[in-house]
């Protein structure tokens, strides 16, 4: 089955900088990957995906970019904010036309600092 | 409109205790989906429903859970005899289709879950 790494598992910034993290998966059949964040005892909230049949795809501050080739694929957050300090899952699924299970990385918890 | 809702936020159970964990999914979503998420872990699935049909119960840990969607729309996951290691928040998701290819039908939405601590 599936298996996703994610790294770091933690992550500090200063406020205004740029956070990167990112995500491997095993299985080169996967085609849509989501990006979670969880804020403390909060419920997963989707803040992006992407699909196989795209590099990259940016949404304001947030963007999301794949390597099929190196089954690799990262999110980026510039002018960090105080509040995006959250948990971040990266997960992957195969969508073959029936709705299909995420399998998630650990997390990676992000820190902005003033 | 409504998100995906839980029940019970919170559970304590005796070990040995049977519990049942409900969700509420969108109205009108088809797909709906339970996780198990161990602290400071992601979450790990356990079961599939397409309508009231169990199309994927892989993720079951043993045959002490069991999970139901009579009329395709509240699930209730139910675990027998609880032990420790099933101490845990259970998220429940929902998505509007049956998977849709290239559409925004399969985004899952997740409900706040509910944290089972078995003493």
């Known amino acids: 089955g599936e298996n996703v790494e994610q790294h770091p598992s933690t992550l500090s910034v200063q406020e205004g900088d740029s956070a990167v993290i990112k995500c491997t998966y095993s299985d080169s059949a996967s085609n849509y990957f989501p990006w979670y964040k969880q804020e403390l005892g909060k419920r997963p909230q989707l803040i992006i995906d992407i699909r196989s049949n795209v590099g990259e795809k940016k949404d304001q501050r947030i963007a999301v970019t794949l390597n099929k080739t190196a089954k690799h694929f990262s999110l980026h957050i510039t002018e960090t904010q105080p509040e995006d300090s959250a948990v971040y899952f990266c997960?992957?699924?195969?969508?073959?036309?029936?709705?299909?299970?995420?399998?998630f990385g650990t997390g990676t918890r992000l820190q902005v600092t003033l | 409109g409504a998100g995906v809702s839980q029940s019970p936020r919170y559970k304590v159970a005796k070990r040995g205790q049977d519990v049942a964990l409900r969700c509420d999914p969108i109205s009108g979503h088809v797909s709906l989906f339970w996780y198990q998420q161990a602290l400071g872990q992601g979450p790990e699935f356990l079961t599939y429903?397409?309508?009231?049909?169990?199309?994927?119960k892989s993720g079951l840990p043993s045959d002490r859970f069991f999970a139901e969607r009579p009329e395709g729309s509240v699930s209730t996951l139910k675990i027998q005899r609880t032990q420790q290691e099933d101490s845990a928040v259970y998220l429940c998701?929902?998505?509007?289709?049956?998977?849709?290819?290239?559409?925004?039908?399969?985004?899952?939405?997740f409900g706040p879950g509910t944290r089972l601590t078995v003493l």
């Open positions: 998701a929902s998505s509007l289709g049956a998977g849709l290819a290239g559409g925004s039908y399969n985004e899952q939405f």
């Open positions: 997960a992957a699924s195969l969508d073959t036309g029936t709705a299909s299970k995420l399998t």
């Open positions: 429903f397409q309508n009231e049909a169990q199309l994927d």
